[in-house]
């Protein structure tokens, strides 16, 4: 797995990549083929405090590409609500890919 962590208007801190990754172990735990991560942290220049830190991350999987992206006043819980929509997405993914139900063809008598 390609992991990509990179900043907008921020630097990127090693506290800030290890709890990254660490939340990203979670998708991968669910499902192992995925390819390519790119994470993107951005701190938008707002007067108002609310939802100024902002997540987003493109996940490139076997068979398609998931995308989500989340805002919150701290970027720790940007991160956070980000890993959960992500790992809903790649759950929905996997019961996608090993879904089953081809009926077989049925004889006719």
Not at 24 to 34: A, G, K, S
Not at 63 to 75: I, K, N, P, Y
């Amino acid at each position: 797995m390609n992991l990509t962590i990179s900043g907008h208007h921020l630097e990127v801190t090693p506290a800030l990549r290890t709890y990254v990754t660490t939340k990203l172990d979670r998708i991968t735990r669910h499902f192992d083929q995925v390819v390519d991560v790119k994470v993107l942290l951005t701190v938008e220049k707002q007067k108002e405090k609310e939802k100024r830190q902002r997540a987003e991350c493109n996940i490139h999987v076997k068979g398609s590409d998931l995308f989500a992206e989340c805002s919150h006043e701290d970027l720790y819980a940007a991160v956070d609500e980000l890993v959960d929509k992500l790992d809903r997405q790649v759950v929905r993914h996997k019961d996608k890919m090993q879904e089953h139900k081809h009926e077989t063809a049925k004889r006719l008598m």
